[in-house]
């Protein structure tokens, strides 16, 4: 059965940066793509971007472009995301999701930006 | 990139069909056959019951159903349960390698 393992909740000030991990099990790590998705408290889903760990190659939002690098770990089967110059507005859940149809989630990771 | 435009919130009784629909351009969802639908509950992840615009993954209800015309996606739900209540969210690939979901819609079964 496929998982998505997000680390855990964390706080950061306006400002600073974060780094979320997202590990895969029970399935080809390098056989999918891994999106980043985020929900601001209330709100709907917005599409960050998306990695392809086979050949590194990443895509961005225009919305986050230059504040957001995923980069991927094809050894722990581990994908990443680290946003910049954070503001209160990126408060938010993260999740990473599987492949083109999004078809297996991880349960999110909370961050949250307050100084 | 835009969002897809759906209702805020649709209801119906237990038993009954709702329609919700997905709104795009010939951008997204006009051009590419790749519209997912998500179903969220409170405080859960979003979970996949429809790709590829008409497509159920294994496990999920037949009850759910995807269908397209021109820029707009549908998802029904039919014979409505109780545990159908919650948020569902569209998808579409956008081009150059960037997707855009719906705003989203609250379903209330009465």
């Known amino acids: 059965q496929v998982q998505l393992v997000q680390s855990g909740a964390d706080m950061k000030k306006p400002g600073s940066s974060v780094k979320v991990s997202c590990k895969a099990t029970?399935?080809?790590?390098?056989?999918?793509?891994i999106h980043w998705v985020r929900q601001a408290p209330g709100q709907g889903l917005e599409w960050m971007a998306r990695?392809?760990?086979?050949?590194?190659?990443?895509d961005y939002a225009q919305k986050i472009l230059g504040r957001v690098t995923l980069t991927a770990d094809k050894s722990t089967s581990t994908a990443y995301m680290e946003l910049r110059s954070l503001t209160y507005d990126d408060t938010a859940i993260y999740y990473c999701?599987?492949?083109?149809?999004?078809?297996?989630w991880g349960r999110g990771t909370l961050v949250t930006v307050s100084s | 990139q835009s969002v897809l435009t759906q209702p805020a919130s649709v209801s119906g009784s237990v038993g009954q069909s709702i329609t919700i629909s997905c709104i795009g351009t010939?951008?997204?969802?006009?051009?590419?056959?790749?519209v997912s639908w998500f179903q969220q509950h409170p405080g859960t992840a979003p979970k996949l019951i429809i790709f590829?615009?008409?497509e159920r993954p294994s496990g999920v209800s037949p009850r759910f159903s995807g269908s397209k015309s021109g820029n707009t996606a549908s998802l029904t739900i039919s014979n409505l349960q109780a545990d159908d209540d919650g948020d569902y969210y569209c998808?579409?690939?956008?081009?150059?390698?960037?997707?855009?979901f719906g705003g989203g819609t609250k379903l209330t079964v009465l």
């Open positions: 590829e615009g008409s």
């Open positions: 029970g399935g080809h790590f390098d056989t999918y793509s």
């Open positions: 998808s579409s690939y956008a081009g150059s390698s960037t997707w855009v």
């Open positions: 990695i392809i760990p086979v050949i590194d190659a990443a």
């Open positions: 010939s951008s997204d969802v006009g051009t590419y056959n790749l």
């Open positions: 999701a599987r492949g083109k149809n999004f078809d297996f």
